[in-house]
């Protein structure tokens, strides 16, 4: 975009001008509406995820056998919810503002296999491929018990095969993790962002790292390209890709289990908020469709990104979705969160689901960190960058009388509710790199 284009911009969207400062923003989205009226534009149903939920369940025998510490879920990733007391005080002095109900963290961070939300929708594409596969070749009926797959007559037969990705750092993981254990050959192309230790570990899997200096579309595109030229060859397409969709969607109904476990209800006068830190857009966008299966029109979701890589919030606002980049209006899309570094948004997320999000904003850098530092100081929980950006969402949501009001959220209801904050990953991050992270927050 030129100069004059941005003004154009500017004058029919006031809130890119704050976008382009780098200003930190709250935005709720005029959009929103109803789960029965926005639940059209998603293309997708219950149904689908039903699909995934019992998909997972066929697999769920094969993953407690190929990788052990699921063997206490029964084979099944899932990650546990937690009150967090004294970091919900903490904000509340951060912020200046009192926050009504309950704060709990839910810990993706801590997903097993590969430590972030991408071990819902990354693992789950790539399972649905190797069930394709097999069943075509008559190697396997989806009544088999799965646990025949971790053989060396499978590992032989998906080596015939090879996986590409793009990524910035957790989805590649998670791909390159669970296609090598199945016997794939895969790459994985990584951004710029991505961490050192994640490609070690990957290369240690024997997976095939291709590094750029260039941002997660340019990865991406790469690993589109390679896939291309080959027919065995299958590209996981994360600006697109409903299959990833569907797999972080399983999330709503056991968030739905586990806060009944609580005692926790969800319901008109119990609302339910959650934050989830959105990159391209897949993770939290199939969490929240979920959510809003399970849960329906009292869970209230809500997106957080960084100031310098807010490709959501400007292509919802905007409506223009995958036709504009940060880029396009001068942000540098350069962030330490770098499971959130992305400069334009997948086209598919955001439509689908621009009716069933409350809102969306974002938060520095140092904000990030400050609140990893004080996360791990009250609570002894250590998280990556990225997976802090859900927990300013509680406070800019009490701030925002306007909002609270239009949707009829009186205070006797928000002294009701509860705030969930999605902590999508961290758990594997080295000790040595974690020092890093805690010497960065100083507070
Ligand atoms: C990938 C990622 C996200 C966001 O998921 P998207 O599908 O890219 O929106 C959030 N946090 C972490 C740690 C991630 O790795």
Not at 37 to 66: I, K
Not at 233 to 246: G, K
Not at 302 to 320: D, K, N, Q
Not at 405 to 430: C, D, F, I, Y
């Amino acid at each position: 975009m030129n100069s004059t284009d941005i003004d154009k911009l500017v004058a029919g969207f006031p809130l890119v001008k704050k976008l382009i400062n780098l200003e930190t923003v709250t935005w709720f989205n005029p959009l929103a509406t109803t789960l029965e009226q926005g639940l059209p534009y998603v293309g997708l149903t219950e149904y689908d995820v039903a699909d995934a939920e019992a998909r997972l369940q066929r697999f769920a025998p094969y993953l407690c056998l190929a990788f052990p510490e699921t063997q206490k879920t029964h084979g099944i990733i899932e990650s546990d919810i937690v009150a967090i007391p004294s970091m919900k005080e903490t904000l509340q002095q951060r912020y200046g503002v009192e926050i009504s109900g309950r704060l709990l963290l839910k810990k993706d961070s801590h997903l097993p296999i590969s430590g972030s939300i991408k071990a819902r929708g990354g693992i789950y594409e790539v399972l649905t491929h190797a069930e394709k596969l097999a069943l075509h070749a008559d190697l396997l009926v989806e009544t088999d018990d799965y646990s025949k797959l971790f053989s060396d007559d499978f590992r032989q037969f998906f080596s015939q095969y090879r996986i590409a990705v793009g990524s910035t750092g957790n989805l590649g993981m998670s791909i390159g993790i669970i296609s090598a254990k199945l016997g794939f050959r895969v790459s994985v192309h990584m951004s710029a962002d991505a961490r050192e230790w994640k490609k070690q570990k990957l290369r240690e899997h024997g997976v095939n790292v291709v590094e750029y200096a260039q941002d997660y579309g340019v990865a991406v595109a790469q690993g589109r390209k390679e896939a291309e030229s080959d027919p065995n060859c299958f590209f996981i397409d994360d600006e697109n890709s409903q299959t990833l969709f569907l797999g972080y969607s399983v999330a709503g109904n056991r968030l739905k289990r586990q806060l009944a476990e609580q005692q926790i209800v969800v319901n008109e006068n119990h609302p339910l908020f959650v934050y989830l830190p959105c990159g391209v857009g897949g993770g939290p966008g199939g969490v929240a469709f979920g959510l809003k299966l399970a849960l329906g029109d009292h869970v209230h979701c809500i997106f957080a990104e960084p100031t310098h890589s807010p490709c959501m919030l400007l292509g919802v606002y905007t409506g223009l979705h995958d036709g504009i980049s940060v880029q396009d209006i001068g942000i540098d899309n350069i962030t330490a969160a770098d499971g959130l570094a992305v400069g334009q948004a997948s086209g598919f997320v955001g439509r689908a689901m621009e009716h069933l999000l409350d809102g969306f904003y974002t938060l520095s850098d140092a904000e990030m960190y400050a609140l990893l530092g004080l996360l791990n100081r009250d609570e002894g929980i250590q998280l990556e960058p990225s997976a802090l950006a859900g927990m300013p969402g509680p406070a800019r949501v009490s701030m925002s009388s306007d909002y609270l009001r239009n949707q009829h959220l009186s205070a006797e209801k928000m002294h009701n509710a509860t705030h969930l904050v999605w902590a999508t990953g961290g758990g594997m991050v080295p000790g040595e790199e974690m020092k890093k992270y805690l010497a960065t927050a100083r507070i």
